[in-house]
């Protein structure tokens, strides 16, 4: 990694090309839509499995990767990593085909109800061990979304309480299941996983570390700052940070960039999900030379995570150039608009070029 400074300031890096290891690019008009902000960061994603219906077969997954590939232009590298959607109904035999495929890189656990497109979910993942032993036999990860699904339990403190009830208990059953813990938001979270056993891993978003809770309320309700898990306390964020910029090698980059139109967030009620695919790079630079800590910002985004899914590390290059550039107050999603992060505001970082 190179690091240009000017006046002691960094004012352009040069890196090995990035992964997302958490991404959303939905369906038809909006995939097609959303696809080139992530193609134009990064060269593999892990792509989420909860579009309507889910994607729960090797043949649909098969056939949603297909229609990504679509969408990648002519000359362009991009890899869609596919994962499958747990359900209820899910079977041993399920696995072993999806391991057989080569075509799966994980299996994704979705709390029942917590989350968009998550009615299909499980209510009680400890329903599932037969299903749990396969992933630990083919040593395919399981990706959890952190949050118990009970209704009394206060909406913040839902992740927390998935730790200690739901996850320590998993690892222990599970001695060799490798599990991923999407966008963590808590500052125990991260203290968990940070003194976890190698096969435990944790993505973190740009918002998460960007944002503390008081932005969901600032000023009125707020509309796209609600997203799930919900936004923390400032002490949560500062510990994210902490974490990402630490060189902890099981900390590494997911965006969490889940698109929904305008009018589907800005409603009484209104999903969960924030767009930030069109400054996902941007985002993280900023967080990373903010912390005084743009040096580790290549392990967290573009070595860790391949090292953890046992993929070889990327060997083009990404550059990003300290330069502010604005961000439109809306950008289309198909057929319909969608609200970036940061509408109508600066990012302080611009991609200056890729190289593969
Ligand atoms: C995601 C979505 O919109 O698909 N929403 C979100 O708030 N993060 C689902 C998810 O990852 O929980
Ligand atoms: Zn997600």
Known sequence: MEIEERDGMPVRLSMAQA?????????????????????????????????????TTVAAARAYRGRILACVPPGAHFTPLMTLYLTAATTVADIEEAAAS?????VKYYPAGQTTNSDQGVADLRRCDAVLAALERHDMPLLVHGEVVDADVDVFAREELFVARVLAPLLADFPRLRVVMEHITTASAAAFVSAGPPRLAATITAHHMLLNRNALFEGGIRP?????????????????????????????????????????????????????????????????????????????????????????????????????????????????????????????????????
């Open 102 to 106: 080569g075509l799966i890189t994980a």
């Open 224 to 356: 796209h700052h609600y997203c799930r898990p919900l936004l923390q306390k400032e002490e949560d964020r500062r510990a994210l940070v902490a974490a990402a910029t630490s060189g902890h090698p099981r900390f590494f980059l997911g965006t969490d960039s889940a698109p929904h139109t305008r009018s589907t967030k800005e409603s009484a009620c209104g999903c969960a999900g924030i767009y930030t695919a069109h400054a996902a790079l941007e985002l993280y630079a900023e967080i990373f030379a903010e912390a005084g800590a743009l040096a580790r910002l290549e392990g967290f985004a573009s070595h860790f995570g391949a090292d953890f899914y046992r993929l070889p590390r990327n060997t083009g290059t990404v550059c990003l150039e300290r330069c502010a550039s604005a961000v439109p107050q809306t950008v289309s999603f198909g057929t319909q608009p969608g609200v970036p992060f940061r509408a109508g505001m600066n990012l302080q970082w611009r991609l200056a070029g890729t190289r593969t």
């Open 19 to 55: 992964d997302d290891w958490h991404l959303h690019v939905r369906d038809g008009a909006m995939l097609a839509a959303v696809l080139p902000d992530t193609i134009q960061r990064f060269r593999r994603a892990i792509i989420m499995p909860n579009l309507h219906p889910p994607v």
